[in-house]
């Protein structure tokens, strides 16, 4: 009787051993690096409205209104979506939320996403393979402002300068980065940099606490209008830096800064500029997507009233230059509705 009672417990704690080991091992598999899908708000045809929550950027930038007035539309016209927007520290943030499950649709820059898509760059080690587009948007611009007491009139005039360049690891400061190593600096080296928001960085080209700031939003742009108040101007990038950064990074298109834009502006600026790209995480059903494609086209005049980023802007040019990242099926089904995609 006594050997069966310590056979049963060794059998006992052998039993528990082994599914103490599956457990550790099932753990350890849940806690990889794999992108996890995110779990659905709401099914379509649940009765209960799909969440979508869309991140921005600082409450200072353009994309931050953007955002909201997207939103807002979507609330207004798609009976079964709940749409919220809010600030972010901006596109790579964005893009991981999406990739997280965080967020479900947001905008950045055409390069951003593409190295989101293909797991490259920022988002190295971390490829989210089922990003997609809905739209391709409107031309986001470098601006680089400057105060008149620093004597800048080229970037290369940049060097020793007390500089903003945003968050280190944004995509505002790899634009500062590519843009003032085409022009022949060492980037951050060459420069004194200040890591701080826009907001921030108006109030210090404002008080003369700074020498300049990269500033990359839709023009025009808050804190651009606040700086160009207070002695500050714009600076051009040359034709020859342009060229330097499209021979390298395709996605790159010259832009002009009209004059009048800004207070004080009294002359057009030339710089660079990247499209803007609105996307989504590719696990929203193609109901959903088809149906915020839809609404947000049918009702771009209105959006455009609202916020002059959108004015203008054609369901035709939504599909080019948005360097190649795949539609959403949802996005396909509408602009094949409307003939943009045979």
């Known amino acids: 009787m006594l050997f069966s009672m310590r056979k049963t417990s060794s059998i006992k704690k052998i039993l528990a051993t082994i599914c103490t080991g599956v457990v550790l091992v099932g753990a350890l598999v849940g806690c990889g690096g794999e992108k996890k899908p995110a779990a659905p708000a709401a099914k379509p045809g649940s009765g209960q409205k799909v969440k979508i929550s869309f991140p921005t950027a600082s409450a200072s930038g353009a994309l931050y209104a953007v955002g909201a007035a997207i939103t807002n539309n979507w609330n207004k016209t798609v009976p079964t979506v709940a749409a919220s927007s809010q600030a972010s520290a901006g596109g790579i943030a964005n893009l991981n939320m999406v990739s997280d499950g965080e967020a479900q649709v947001s905008i950045a820059i055409s390069s951003n996403v593409l190295q989101c898509l293909k797991g490259t760059d920022s988002f190295k080690g971390h490829a989210y393979k089922e990003l997609k587009a809905i739209a391709g948007l409107y031309m986001n611009p470098n601006q680089i402002v400057v105060t008149d007491k620093s004597g800048v009139k080229s970037m290369a005039d940049l060097k020793g300068k007390h500089f903003a360049v945003a968050s280190a690891g944004s995509s505002v400061y790899n634009e500062c980065s590519n843009h003032l190593i085409a022009a022949g600096l060492k980037f951050p080296d ?29 023009a025009p742009a808050s804190a651009v209008s606040q700086a160009l108040t207070a002695q500050c101007h714009l600076l051009s990038v040359s034709d020859e830096i342009i060229k330097k950064l499209q021979a390298k990074y395709p996605w790159y298109v010259k832009y002009t800064i009209p004059a009048g834009t800004y207070p004080n502006q009294k002359e057009a600026v030339t710089t660079s500029a990247i499209k803007m790209v609105m996307f989504c995480r590719g696990d929203l059903s193609e109901d959903v997507v088809y149906q915020l494609t839809k609404s947000f086209w049918k009702n771009i005049d209105e959006l455009g009233k609202s916020q002059k980023n959108l004015k203008g802007l054609k369901p035709a040019d939504a599909v080019k230059d948005i360097a190649g990242v795949p539609l959403h099926p949802g996005a396909i089904k509408y602009y094949k509705e409307i003939g943009v995609l045979k």
């Open 190 to 218: 060459d420069i004194k940099a200040e890591y701080i928001t826009f907001t921030d960085a108006a109030d210090m080209l404002q008080n003369g606490s700074i020498d300049g700031a990269w500033i990359m939003s839709g």
